[in-house]
Structures are given as C-alpha cells and as structure tokens.
T-cell receptor
Framework: QQQVKQSPQSLIVQKGGISIINCAYENTAFDYFPWYQQFPGKGPALLIAIRPDVSEKKEGRFTISFNKSAKQFSLHIMDSQPGDSATYFC????????????FGKGTHLIIQP | ETGVTQTPRHLVMGMTNKKSLKCEQHLGHNAMYWYKQSAKKPLELMFV???????ENNSVPSRFSPECPNSSHLFLHLHTLQPEDSALYLC?????????????FGQGTRLTVV
C-alpha cells in the first residue's frame, strides 16, 4: 500500500514557466512533509519542508502548498530554470521524521531552454 | 558533499558472495538510516538507528544485516542476495533534535547482483 502518491511521473516545462508537482497522503499521523531534489549520480537533497500548522511555505522560487483537510501538498517552482531539471520526491513522516521518511515515486522534471 | 560518505560507490557481486556497504557521517548526527532506491519505485526505508539502537526494520529479508557500531558509522552486510536486490542503496543521517529533522543522504552504492 503506497502511503504517499505523487504525480505526475514526468513533467516538461519551458524555461521561465511554473512547475507543479502534487502529492497526496493517507496517514493522518504524518506531521512533516519535505521535498527532496535528486540529480543523476547524487543522493537526494532537502529542498524545502513544511509542517501541518501552516498552509504555505516559500523559499526563493520554491513554494509548498499544504491542504490538511484534503491530505494533499504540492511543490511549485516559479521561473523554472534548466538547472532545476532533476527528479523530485515528496515525502512524509510522523514524529517529526525520527522514524524515517515515506517517499513518493518521484517526478522527473525537464526544463527546456 | 553532504557530510555523509558511502563506500563503495559501485559493487558487483555474485549471489553466493558476502559483502558489506559502509556509511560514515561527519555531521554529529544521532540517527542513521538505510534506504533502497529501485527504478520506478519509491525510496524504501530499510533500517533506522537512533543512538546506535535499531528502532525500525521494515520487514527486510534477513540476507540484509545492518550494524551500527557507533553514531558515526553504519554498515549493511549482504549475503546470498538475489538479482532483484540490485538497486541503489542510500544511507542518510539526521540530528533528531529540536524542530529540524532534515535527513542528509550520501551518494549511494550502486549494487548489481549477478
């Protein structure tokens, strides 16, 4: 049973456009929702994270929107750049992440110049 | 680099071999994790260690055996693996203190079982 569902599986966006990746979760005990970015040959790296006490968090061009009642959260990348081309993973955990993360399947993002 | 180092980066082993993956973190963290990353599947949490004590084992087959001798080192001992065990094995660490529980990942070991 997949606890975090991520879509789309792949995404192509023109340079300067907005990239949007969506995730939905089932476990209402989850209390920490990070997004990770992974480049080929590298391990995932934390991009931005949110906790359920806020509905939105913005860091530079990256924004997480969180809808607790719908059990959904999304990543928005504004002014997408070719350097943003990577695989993005949403994740969730309970207990603040102490027991590890449950990941979505990932989205392969390509930003066309 | 993230401060989490994994060796080797690549490993090819036969199904009857015994090998070990090593992870070392230089961040002063007290929690360490093993994840498995296979194509078209989510990263799968395998083992969790907090303060050197194993706190999570997600129904991982016994042919995978973790060891955490201290809070800076984590090993994954492999024996009699199957071809479907071929994957990228990622180690991560986190501080588990206060509000931030960011997990830092190593670059992984690409394992091929032949």
């Amino acid at each position: 049973q997949q606890q975090v569902k991520q879509s789309p599986q792949s995404l192509i966006v023109q340079k300067g456009g907005i990239s949007i990746i969506n995730c939905a979760y089932e476990n209402t005990a989850f209390d920490y929702f990070p997004w990770y970015q992974q480049f080929p040959g590298k391990g995932p790296a934390l991009l931005i994270a949110i906790r359920p006490d806020v509905s939105e968090k913005k860091e530079g061009r990256f924004t997480i929107s969180f809808n607790k009642s719908a059990k959904q959260f999304s990543l928005h990348i504004m002014d997408s750049q070719p350097g943003d081309s990577a695989t993005y993973f949403c994740a969730a955990s309970q207990g603040g992440g102490a027991d590890g993360l449950t990941f979505g399947k990932g989205t392969h993002l390509i930003i066309q110049p | 680099e993230t401060g989490v180092t994994q060796t080797p980066r690549h490993l090819v082993m036969g199904m009857t071999n015994k090998k070990s993956l090593k992870c070392e973190q230089h961040l002063g963290h007290n929690a360490m994790y093993w994840y498995k990353q296979s194509a078209k599947k989510p990263l799968e949490l395998m083992f969790v260690y907090n303060f050197k004590e194993q706190t999570e084992n997600n129904s991982v087959p016994s042919r995978f055996s973790p060891e955490c001798p201290n809070s800076s080192h984590l090993f994954l001992h492999l024996h009699t693996l199957q071809p479907e065990d071929s994957a990228l094995y990622l180690c991560a660490s986190s501080a588990q203190t206060g509000y931030s529980t960011e997990a830092f990942f190593g670059q992984g070991t690409r394992l091929t079982v032949v």
